[in-house]
């Protein structure tokens, strides 16, 4: 079956302790992105990925890293996670990386920094 | 620059009518243009794209949207519109140039009256 994978879907932490977030796709896709959703504004790109060793910022990176040295899997880590990250993380990915393909959605992940 | 506009941020019709979900954008380039629904506690499944092919453009559960350039506008509707339908609906916007960002709206909440 097609789909993306995100783990954990739930998770409570901490101010500062690092942690990542699992993707993975099994759809040979090269386009990968994150986003977070927050009420009232929406899903906003955190970071993408057209292929490969390819990333860039989205319209919020701050305080997220990311890599893609596989091309199925597309972490995300938060070195040093702070309350204003709290929200609900979703992965996708796509054909082509052009954006004019339709993106496939992970389940998403509950993130709550205390 | 991309933006994305949901026009209403709630909107609730009875089962049965029409419903009309409004979305202005704008874009440098030719975009591509999709909406996405989201159900209470799930992933988000898209609904119907455009890109740049007919105007008119027909998605899943009977839902359609028009490309009107000189409106720059991709409004979404629906003739009848039933309980299952009652979800959060999200315009996204993604230029087929250079960049490869996708812009989400902030997404418009449908309810369903009985």
């Known amino acids: 079956e097609a789909q993306v994978t995100q783990n954990p879907r739930y998770l409570i932490t901490v101010t500062g302790k690092k942690l990542t977030v699992t993707c993975s796709q099994n759809?040979?896709?090269?386009?990968m992105s994150w986003y977070r959703q927050d009420p009232g504004l929406g899903l906003r790109q955190i970071y993408y990925?057209?292929?490969?060793?390819?990333?860039d910022k989205g319209d919020v990176p701050e305080g997220y890293k990311v890599s893609r040295k596989e091309k199925r899997n597309f972490p995300l880590i938060l070195e040093s996670p702070s309350p204003n990250q709290t929200s609900l993380y979703f992965c996708a990915s796509s054909l082509l990386g052009q954006g004019n393909y339709e993106q496939y959605f992970g389940p998403g992940t509950r993130l709550t920094v205390t | 620059a991309q933006s994305v506009t949901q026009l209403d941020s709630h909107v609730s019709v009875s089962e049965g009518t029409p419903v009309l979900l409004r979305c202005n954008y704008s874009s440098s380039y030719s975009p591509s243009l999709f909406w996405y629904v989201q159900h209470p506690n799930k992933g988000l499944q898209l609904l119907l794209k455009y890109t740049s092919a007919a105007t008119l453009v027909k998605g899943i559960n009977g839902f359609e949207a028009e490309f009107k350039k000189s409106e720059t506008s991709f409004h979404l509707t629906k003739p009848s519109a039933h309980m299952s339908d009652a979800a959060e609906y999200f315009c996204?916007?993604?230029?087929?140039?250079?960049?490869?960002?996708?812009?989400f709206g902030s997404g418009t909440r449908l309810s369903i009256r009985p």
């Open positions: 759809m040979n896709h090269e386009y």
């Open positions: 996204v916007v993604s230029d087929t140039g250079s960049a490869s960002k996708i812009i």
């Open positions: 990925s057209m292929n490969v060793e390819v990333t």
